[in-house]
């Protein structure tokens, strides 16, 4: 699947799906053996610098950990040099933290941003570094809303959930 235009139907893209799903989940499943350094690595595409990448490490190591996260995020969201990622991921694992799992948060969050600069490919920096800011956000929603759903599941039953109107 190539990267959407203006000018793909909503059916040319159904198309292309699976194909690039498939695509994208061969790509981030190698990423993920390889480790979240390396993810992170892979998002300098997206304007992640080197102190970028070693604070969002350790947010990672706290947030999987389930420890406080707001000293190390805040810092990376107060900093002036920080990318606009960085402090999207930080901001969105701080800012949630207390209502959601914090390692899917994370991690959802740098998946997400992984998967759309993948299929933003190496064009132009800013619209690269866009793609990884949506990406960041609707991975973050999306790993925190899955993990609160299987909870919510857990306790009650598929039945229930299926059919609440």
């Given amino acids: 699947m190539t990267n ?27 990423d993920m053996n390889l480790g979240l350094r390396y993810s992170l690595l892979r ?39 920080a990318s606009p990622l960085a402090t999207t991921i930080a901001g969105i694992v701080n800012d949630h933290a207390g209502e959601s799992d914090k390692g899917a948060l994370m991690l959802g969050a740098v998946f997400g941003a992984h998967a759309f ?8 920096p800013d619209q690269v570094a866009r793609m990884g800011v949506i990406g960041a956000v609707a991975g973050g929603a999306a790993a925190a809303h899955v993990a609160e759903l299987e909870r919510f599941i857990s306790r009650s039953s598929w039945d229930a959930y299926a059919t609440k109107t």
């Fill in 117 to 124: 600069v993948f299929r933003a490919g190496d064009g132009d």
């Fill in 4 to 30: 959407p235009s203006s000018t793909d139907t909503s059916r040319d893209l159904a198309a292309a799906a699976p194909g690039a799903f498939q695509q994208m989940l061969h790509y981030l499943r190698s």
């Fill in 43 to 81: 998002l300098e595409l997206a304007g992640l610098t080197e102190q970028d990448r070693s604070e969002l490490l350790e947010l990672g190591r706290l947030a999987t950990s389930e420890l406080d996260v707001a000293s190390v995020a805040q810092a990376i969201i107060a900093r002036k040099d």
